[in-house]
């Protein structure tokens, strides 16, 4: 039992409304010191959140015209480092982009099913359950199938991105991602991006602009 009060505290499972900057402080402490730490970003996105990485058990929502090329650029050092990404009912989101973005092909699965309550609430839960990052566009379920997914993300200590409507998913922060500019050569080789971050796990505004894909 005390083992598992313990994992339950570190995976964030007892954490609700809002902490202050000294118990944030302690926790992402217990977390690096566990090996449960945030898992790493470029650091050009890296200010956008209070750990400075993607918080493990926590669900990230992404919006905007350049939502899925930041989705890559949050992913993308992750992969490289070892992590494995999912992609669920995303078939707009090409392999080369994310290639193009950063992010190891070889550790990434994508999975299409109808995208239906009854679907995608077994088929998200079980990725969670093996995989670090798991991304998904516009889900179909409902609030209580939600809350049981999430419960999950927390008890595995993944991440979790919901792309457009999060349908029933509370979310412990929101991104917004904007093209402000483009950059050609005889094609779109990349976009300067205004990325805000929001929601009830981010401490107050924050925002960066970057270049999508980035040069490094």
């Known amino acids: 039992p005390m083992g598992r009060v313990a994992f339950e505290e570190l995976a964030g499972m007892r954490i609700a409304g809002v902490e202050t900057g000294v118990q944030f402080a302690e926790r992402m402490h217990a977390h ?5 730490g945030p898992i790493a970003v470029a650091s ?5 959140l209070p750990a400075a990485g993607l918080e493990r058990g926590y669900i990230y929502g992404c919006t ?16 490289t480092g070892g992590s494995w990404f999912a992609m669920v009912n995303m078939p707009s989101a090409g ?10 092909l070889h550790r990434t699965l994508c999975v299409s099913g109808d995208n239906t309550s009854s679907v995608m609430s077994p088929v998200v839960g079980a990725l969670v359950d093996g995989v670090d990052l798991v991304a998904v566009s516009s889900p179909v379920c409902s609030q209580s199938e939600a809350r049981r ?4 993300v927390k008890a595995q200590g993944s991440v979790l991105f919901v792309l457009g409507n999060p349908g029933g998913f509370s979310l412990d922060a929101s991104f917004s991602a904007r093209t402000i500019d483009w950059q050609f050569d005889t094609h779109a080789r990349s976009r300067t991006v205004e990325v805000s ?3 009830r796990r981010v401490y107050a505004h924050r ?3 970057v270049q999508l894909p980035s040069p490094s």
């Open 197 to 199: 971050a929001s929601g």
């Open 44 to 48: 050009q996105l890296a200010p956008l």
């Open 32 to 36: 690096v010191a566990s090996g449960f």
């Open 64 to 79: 905007g015209d350049a939502a899925t090329s930041l989705l890559f650029g949050l992913v993308a050092v992750a992969t």
């Open 207 to 209: 925002s960066c602009t």
């Open 149 to 152: 997914i999430a419960t999950r």
């Open 95 to 104: 392999l080369m982009s994310a290639y193009e973005h950063g992010v190891a």
